[in-house]
């Protein structure tokens, strides 16, 4: 596979020809069993065939059971310099219930060894997750208490970056069966939304900047990778499943790993690519600025889409400033904060949908 990984590398380096890498990230899956040797090859080949910027931000995500102090020992030797790691909780039953290979001892284990070693380290904590022991009110104040409690765990480390998101239940997961069988209650919406809040102020006051819905960073610690995104950067996903954007184009390659090696064999990308229309590219800055602090440029609105475009969004975000939830300031749109754990309901509001046609 890290041949195939390679390949790919190189035969797509004219899509990135007059760019410069600022950020390499390995994630999605489990990266962290690669060898080291096998990501400095593949580090190596991006060197070779692309133009990296100086001082790049090379992320390695992990869970804590994959990071023992030999194997932080050694990718802190490596060009790896961030690590991004999936914690989720501090609390033992919270684990179990999510089926989480880790336990809460490997998490305060595995980041009392990385920050020795790693100066440039994110974690991702998970909210809105019901207690099993009680029922309302009660369940609901044991819940708050216990997050918390995490989020006090997770700043006693020194941690510059926490990346949390809702609790979400997929189907045919052992979370979903729980919920059930009744043996725990289904996430709550309320619950989630006050548990946002709760994560906001404490962060806010511990000198963290909300940049994004689900990201929280120190001054000059933010993440390039997910700050590429969301600012509708060119970005390019290597390897099965891998999603790429340049700006006109959305492609992704083929999940099934069978596949991807055989079509790599025969000298053939793996992957399938749609054109995005003017709407598109519209919706998707919507979605994308609403959630960070740099918000929606009315200006670029106007420049880019033109003004059917921006008496559309100005119409449609009227009813939104009037109940507080946006807020127009040097001709930038944004969420307030009573309106920032409801963006992605609020940006659905504003898409387009045959205003091209």
């Known amino acids: ?54 001082n790049p931000e090379i992320t390695l995500e992990a869970n804590p059971d994959d990071l023992s102090k030999e194997r932080i020992i050694e990718l802190s030797k490596s060009p790896i ?36 070693y790693f100066d440039n ?10 207690d099993s022991s009680q029922n309302g009110e009660q369940a609901k104040q044991i819940s708050n208490e216990k997050w918390k409690q995490n989020i006090e765990t997770a700043l006693s480390f020194g941690i510059p970056h926490i990346s949390s998101y809702a609790l979400t239940v997929e189907p045919k997961t052992a979370l979903n069966k729980l919920i059930q069988t009744g043996k725990i209650a289904k996430p709550n919406d309320d619950l989630a939304q006050e548990q946002f809040m709760i994560l906001v102020e404490t962060l806010e006051n511990q000198g963290f900047i909300h940049y994004e819905l689900s990201n929280f960073g ?16 060119k970005y390019m996903g290597i390897g099965p499943s891998a999603h790429s954007y340049n700006g006109i184009s959305r492609s992704w390659n083929v999940s099934n790993n069978s596949v991807y090696l055989k079509s790599l064999n025969n000298t053939k990308l793996p992957n399938e690519t749609e054109i995005l229309s003017k709407t598109d590219r519209y919706n998707e800055y919507i979605m994308t600025g609403l959630r960070t602090i740099w918000g929606v440029s009315l200006d670029r609105i106007e420049t880019e889409f033109g003004n059917e475009y921006l008496d559309y969004l100005l119409k449609q975000a009227q009813k939104f400033i009037k109940d507080d939830l946006l807020f127009i300031e040097n001709n930038i749109l944004k969420t307030t904060p009573k309106g920032k754990f409801l963006t992605d309901g609020i940006a659905s509001d504003l898409f387009l949908i045959n205003l091209e046609k």
């Open 1 to 54: 596979m890290v041949l195939a990984l390679s390949k790919e590398i190189r035969m797509r380096k004219s899509e990135f020809e007059n760019e410069i890498i600022e950020t390499i990230y390995f994630g999605g899956g489990t990266p962290s069993i690669l060898q080291i040797a096998d990501l400095r090859f593949l580090i190596s080949e991006v060197y070779e065939n692309y133009t990296v910027a100086e």
């Open 218 to 233: 120190k001054e000059n610690y933010f993440s390039k990778n997910n700050s590429a995104y969301w600012l509708g950067k």
């Open 81 to 116: 310099n961030r690590l991004s790691i999936g914690i989720q909780s501090f609390f033992e039953d919270d684990l179990i219930m999510m089926n989480r290979a880790h336990n809460s001892a490997e998490a305060r284990t595995c980041l009392n060894e990385a920050t020795k």
């Open 121 to 130: 380290i994110s974690l991702d904590l998970i909210y809105g997750i019901p």
